[in-house]
Structure formats: structure tokens, C-alpha cells
């Protein structure tokens, strides 16, 4: 449905459609039938943006099924700005976690947000820098934003809801499955304007937000590893399929805001 189409649709009955044939809504039904409710997917106690809305990201519509509903804390302000991703391991070696602390320090520098996903690792890392550069952050959860996930990063979600802005399309209570992750990175690719995989195997998560990026024409790029690394493969085979190499951290930043200037 195009944008256009969405935007000129009623606000009661663009919501509607969000409580009744949302990804969240569609998949609780084929795991537990129709018993699924609008009731147990709304609560009124947190702040949203539906698709259509004047404040709905304009990059989301670029997806073939872009979030209904987002669920927010923070600034949403930031939606408007230009934005890298910043994701990879959850289990990252030395090197990627300085290669991720450089890579956010040079572009917030140029205050260009950080958007991740909250996961252990390069995530969490991700995050961590862009405040301590006193840079903003957009963390994309696989879970309402009423649950700590993982637990030992509540105190960060709490900083980057005051600092930053923290986003789900899941009811504030939804605790995270397996398939809610996936469904999450295509929402860190379509915000993003470049996506950068800091370290990855061939099994990481990271893959599909690339992959999410390629479709929707966002620039990926990617840190080399050695050969062996069991921790880089991923990284390695997305240069090999024609992703960028991010070998310096201070160029990538300074082509990224040249090309971005004015947003």
C-alpha cells in the first residue's frame, strides 16, 4: 500500500487495521489461533506512532511490510534525522568491540545517530559509545518496551529513553521469541540511512539487517577480519557479495555526513 494511500486513510480506522492485521497481531494468531484481541495488544498507558501519522518515519514505508504501530520512548524527533546502524556478534571479539567504539566515536563527532538493537555485544556497545560521545541513540527492541531484554541492560534502556529514543512495534509487556528479532532488524534497516556490520559469523542476526538493507537500497558496509576469524566470516562474505569495506573510521564518517549534509 503506498504511503499516500496510508496517509490519507482515517486515523480510527489506519488504527484498527494496526490492532487487527499487524505483523505482532498476524503471527500471535498463527501460533495461538483467533483467540488474539486488540484488547491484548493495546495499552493506553504508552505513546505510539501509526502508520499515516504526520510523525511515521518516511523510511519505513520503503519496506514491503512496514511496523503499523511503533511504540516509543524518547525523542521522536530523532525518526528525522540521519542515521547509521551500528550492528554485529553478540558474543564480539576485542577487535570488533574497538572497532564498533571507533566507529560510533568519528561519527558522533558529526552527531550523526546511532540506531542498534539493544542485544548483547555490539549492540550494547554501539549504544554505550554514541552516550558517552554525548551523541543520540535509537534502540529498535524485539520486545515491548516494558521488558528488560536483556535484563543487565535496563539501566541503559533507562539512558537512552532519557537520551535517546527507544522503539518497538510490540505491546509494551511482549517478551521476545525467536521470530521477533528478524522482524525487528528489518526496522533498524529501513531507519537507517547506511548500515555497518562491525563483526558477524555466518550465523549472526546482523546478515538479515543487511540483507533488509540491500532490499531497500540503504549502503552496507562492513569491517574486514582475517581469513580464520571464527568472528568476522559473515562480515568477509558480505564484501565478498559487494559490501563496502570499512577499513577507516574517520573517512566512512566524513563521506557519510558529505553525503548527508542538510538532513
Known amino acids: 500500500m503506498e504511503r499516500e494511500l496510508y496517509k490519507s486513510l482515517p486515523r480510527k480506522q489506519r488504527l484498527f487495521a494496526a490492532f487487527s492485521f499487524g505483523t ?30 504526520e510523525d511515521y518515519p518516511d523510511k519505513l514505508y520503503d519496506l514491503s511490510n512496514p511496523p503499523l504501530l511503533l511504540y516509543y520512548r524518547g525523542e521522536k524527533k530523532l525518526l528525522k534525522d540521519a542515521a547509521v546502524s551500528v550492528v554485529g556478534s553478540r558474543t564480539p571479539s576485542s577487535y570488533g568491540v574497538k572497532m564498533t567504539r571507533n566507529i560510533v566515536n568519528e561519527l558522533s563527532l558529526y552527531n550523526i545517530s ?25 534502540c529498535v527492541l524485539g520486545c515491548g518496551l516494558g521488558v528488560d531484554y536483556p535484563k543487565e541492560n535496563a539501566e541503559l534502556f533507562k539512558r537512552v529513553s532519557s537520551c535517546g529514543l527507544m522503539l518497538s512495534e510490540y505491546p509494551p509487556s511482549f517478551k521476545p521469541e525467536k521470530w521477533t528479532f528478524p522482524m525487528r532488524n528489518r526496522i533498524i534497516a529501513a531507519l537507517s540511512d547506511a548500515i555497518v556490520v562491525t563483526e558477524a559469523s555466518m ?20 569491517v574486514p577480519h582475517e581469513a580464520l576469524s571464527p568472528w568476522g566470516q559473515g562480515c568477509n562474505h558480505l564484501i565478498e557479495l559487494g559490501a563496502g569495506i570499512l577499513y577507516n573510521s574517520r ?5 557519510f555526513r558529505k553525503r548527508h549534509k542538510g538532513r
Open 114 to 138: 546511532i540506531i542498534s538493537g539493544g542485544a548483547r555485544g555490539i549492540d550494547t556497545t554501539a549504544h554505550r559509545a554514541a552516550l558517552q560521545a554525548g551523541n543520540s541513540t535509537v
Open 24 to 53: 505482532y497481531v498476524e503471527k500471535r494468531k498463527m501460533m495461538f489461533g483467533d483467540s488474539v484481541s486488540s484488547g491484548a495488544i493495546h495499552t493506553g498507558t504508552e505513546a505510539f506512532l501509526l502508520i499515516g501519522d
Open 203 to 222: 550465523k549472526s542476526g546482523s546478515l538479515h539487517t543487511a540483507t533488509y538493507g540491500v532490499e531497500i537500497n540503504r549502503d552496507v558496509h562492513a
Open 251 to 255: 573517512d566512512f564518517s566524513e563521506d
